[in-house]
């Protein structure tokens, strides 16, 4: 089981970007899915998380700016970001727990991480 992230680049402020998550391996079902980030120099935070049955939460920065979805047929999240500023700059991961086939246990995985950068 992994969770390949992809989407990031360079990006001028006020532009847009649009990051995957995309699961695979043998997966019975995955659980919450979260977007975190790490800028240079900071911890990593949480920028949005999303629940099985769809339900979202944001950080209060990204608030109004990303959106976070997912489509279960496709073990895939997104995370659509516009209008983004420089402070936005970080390496992106994805987190999920997922719960194997055949053993159905279930184990926490961190995509590899994508750069953002936002330039002003």
């Known amino acids: 089981v992994q969770l390949q992230a992809s989407g990031g680049g360079l990006v001028q402020a006020g532009g847009s970007l649009r990051l995957s998550c995309a699961a695979s391996?043998?997966?019975?079902?995955?659980?919450?899915m979260a977007w975190y980030r790490q800028g240079p120099g900071n911890q990593r935070e949480l920028v949005a998380g999303?629940?099985?049955?769809?339900?979202?939460n944001y950080a209060d920065s990204v608030k109004g700016r990303f959106t976070i979805s997912r489509d279960n047929a496709k073990k895939t999240m997104y995370l659509q970001m516009n209008s983004l500023k420089p402070e936005d700059t970080a390496v992106y991961y994805c987190?999920?727990?997922?719960?194997?086939?055949?053993?159905?246990?279930?184990?926490?995985?961190w995509g590899q991480g994508t750069q953002v950068t936002v330039s002003s």
């Open positions: 987190n999920a727990p997922v719960t194997r086939l055949i053993t159905f246990q279930t184990s926490n995985y």
């Open positions: 999303i629940t099985s049955d769809g339900t979202t």
């Open positions: 391996g043998p997966i019975a079902s995955i659980g919450d």
